[in-house]
């Protein structure tokens, strides 16, 4: 079973209604040494814990912003249905400006807007209005946890005959609202009484593979190794790993996929030493707008995340740093796409488009 601990969570005041409330979140910063978690009380503050990825992982960060419009709904009287839809817009606008990759925060956004708007038609009294918004950004949360256990029951053929997997940055449950994506099948198994020992990349520069991942499966009771990413080769290479699996940030029509800077190096790698590569996501990780993965927007982060080690400088003065945050695999390199709906194998326009429909 996953760990416990819940990732984020929304606390209503009273007991009998979901407005007013706060989000409680895991900040994801401290781990592995504190548990701390903090509330979140209005949208700048939930901006900034996006942008500074105490809160993280493309699900996670969906699930987040969907709570975060509710935050625009409570403080303010509103004296009109449409008053408030133009705070759910508004709102919405400034927190798809948190973060730039994981289509998931868009997805969220977008639903919640729709969502409200369609409401407005039944409710027109404002607080009965941002009530019933509120249910949706639950009900997206709720989906969440649903959509983490199928990928891990679909994921979970993927293990038969193996006896270890690496993974790359996190994508368990501190990256979801429940059993995560590319961890999912690692739960599945274990609950079926299998043990499968799991390899860990550190995950350079801000090290969500041993801070985050290591944590979790530790507390799950999960035999753990942590490697720094430039070891990968030389692992597969011993013959040690049977499979891949990393989630994904987005994936376009054609299957190419955003992940974790690193992951693309991975499928090199797993490619070479003829090991299955897996990418495990929702499909509301899915971008159908999109052709293949040249268009997909890549975050940069400060040269500092790379300049800089447990506060401590550790380059020179003045150096130019590269130091994007996320990777683009051709889906070439990629075994199969395990979503909730199942697997889809390549060619992934075709198997793709399946899943993604309806
Ligand atoms: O920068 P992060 O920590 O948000 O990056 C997270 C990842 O790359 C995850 O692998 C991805 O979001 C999938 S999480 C189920």
Redesign the pocket.
């Known amino acids: 079973m996953p760990p416990a601990i819940r990732t984020l969570e929304w606390i209503p005041k009273q007991p009998d209604r979901l407005l007013p409330g706060f989000i409680r979140l895991l900040d994801?910063t401290r781990l592995p040494e504190t548990l701390t978690f903090r509330e979140v009380r209005d949208p700048t503050d939930l901006w900034l814990a996006i942008r500074t990825?105490q809160v993280?992982?493309?699900?996670?960060?969906g699930v987040a912003a969907a709570m975060g419009l509710l935050l625009s709904l409570q403080n303010t009287p509103f004296h009109s249905a449409n008053e408030l839809l133009a705070a759910v817009r508004k709102t919405a606008q400034y927190l798809a400006t948190a973060?730039p990759?994981?289509v998931?925060l868009f997805w969220a956004l977008d639903r919640m807007s729709r969502a409200a708007e369609h409401l407005a038609s039944t409710f027109a009294d404002p607080p009965a209005l941002a009530e019933a918004i509120a249910r949706e950004a639950l009900a997206i949360q709720n989906e969440d946890i649903a959509m983490g256990r199928a990928i891990g029951e679909h994921g979970v053929r993927l293990l038969d005959g193996v006896d270890a997997i690496l993974t790359?940055?996190?994508?368990?449950s501190l990256?979801?609202a429940g059993y995560?994506?590319?961890l999912a099948p690692l739960y599945v198994a274990q609950e079926q009484g299998r043990s499968v020992a799991v390899y860990v990349d550190e995950?350079r520069p801000?090290l969500?593979g041993a801070r985050?991942t290591a944590w979790e499966l530790i507390q799950s009771g999960f035999s753990v190794t942590l490697l720094c990413d430039n070891m990968a080769a030389w692992l597969m290479r011993q013959g040690k790993i049977g499979a891949v699996l990393?989630?994904?940030?987005r994936i376009a029509s054609n299957g190419d996929t955003?992940?974790?800077?690193g992951?693309y190096a991975l499928a090199l790698l797993a490619a070479a030493h003829r090991i299955p590569f897996y990418v495990?996501?929702?499909t509301s990780?899915f971008d159908r707008a999109l052709p293949d993965g040249t268009a997909i927007p890549i975050?940069h982060r400060p040269a500092e995340e790379i300049t800089q080690f447990a506060g401590r400088g550790i380059a020179p003065e003045g150096v130019s740093v590269f130091n994007p945050?996320?990777d683009v695999t051709p889906a070439a390199l990629i075994t199969a796409i395990v979503c909730e709906k199942g697997l889809a194998r390549p060619p992934f326009e075709e198997s793709l488009r399946i899943f993604s429909a309806g």
Do not use: M, S, W, Y
Request: charged share 10%; aromatic share 2%; hydrophobic share 45%.
């Open positions: 994801q990825l993280r992982g493309a699900p996670a960060i973060r990759t994981a998931n790359h940055c996190n994508a368990g990256a979801t995560g994506t590319a995950t801000l969500q985050l990393v989630g994904a940030d955003a992940n974790k800077i992951t495990l996501a929702p990780t975050e945050a996320f």
